[in-house]
Structure formats: structure tokens, C-alpha cells
Nanobody
Framework: QVRLVASGGGLVQPGGSLRLSCMTS????????MDWYRQAPRREREWVAS???????NYADSVKGRFTIFRNNARAMVYLDMSSLKSEDTAVYYC?????????WGQGTQVTVSA
């Protein structure tokens, strides 16, 4: 059974920082690419960042230079460090994995950026 559990969201002021975490189980974590997505109210789910099994990363233009995705294979966890947060970053953030063509999603963690 594949399980992804996201945590670390909360309320933060503009310009602040947060670290999101995603704990995984049921997959051979170290061989899988991992992703973070987010979804704001009344918006489609948006891809944010990806990290490959070898550690290569890619980011959406909207977060480049502010967000960092990294992984700890020994702990089967993926993280998203967010800095210089803006109100536009307010969303539910989801971690994501794919196995044999099936998509798996964490439950989501709410990030609210507000003064």
C-alpha cells in the first residue's frame, strides 16, 4: 500500500519561510522521482517542483530562486523548503509519486501566507 503523508504547513507572514515534509511508505523510494504540487481555491492543481532519483531538480518559474526540493533516501522522505513567501503561495500543497503508471498523492497540507 502506497502512502504519502504531507506535513509542515501553517500560517506564515509574507517574506517568511516554511519547510514541508512528505513521509512515504509502500514504494522503493530511492528509485522514484518525487514532486510537489499545490492547489489554491478555485484554481487547478499546479506543479511546483520535482526531484529525480539521482537528485536532479526542476521548478516552476513562479518559485524558482525561492523554493528548494530535496530528498533523504534513507528516511524515504522528500522536503520542500520555501522562503521569501508571498501571498500568491497560499495553497494546499501535495506531495506526489508515480508507480507503474498510477499516481499517488499525499493528503495535502495548508500553507497560508498572510500578515
Amino acid at each position: 500500500q502506497v502512502r504519502l503523508v504531507a506535513s509542515g504547513g501553517g500560517l506564515v507572514q509574507p517574506g517568511g519561510s516554511l519547510r514541508l515534509s512528505c513521509m512515504t511508505s509502500g514504494i522503493n523510494f530511492k528509485i522514484h522521482p518525487m514532486d510537489w504540487y499545490r492547489q489554491a481555491p478555485r484554481r487547478e492543481r499546479e506543479w511546483v517542483a520535482s526531484i529525480s532519483s539521482d537528485g536532479s531538480t526542476n521548478y516552476a518559474d513562479s518559485v524558482k530562486g525561492r523554493f528548494t526540493i530535496f530528498r533523504n533516501n534513507a528516511r524515504a522522505m522528500v522536503y520542500l523548503d520555501m522562503s521569501s513567501l508571498k501571498s500568491e503561495d497560499t495553497a494546499v500543497y501535495y506531495c506526489h509519486a508515480t508507480r507503474q503508471g498510477s499516481h499517488y498523492w499525499g493528503q495535502g497540507t495548508q500553507v497560508t501566507v498572510s500578515a
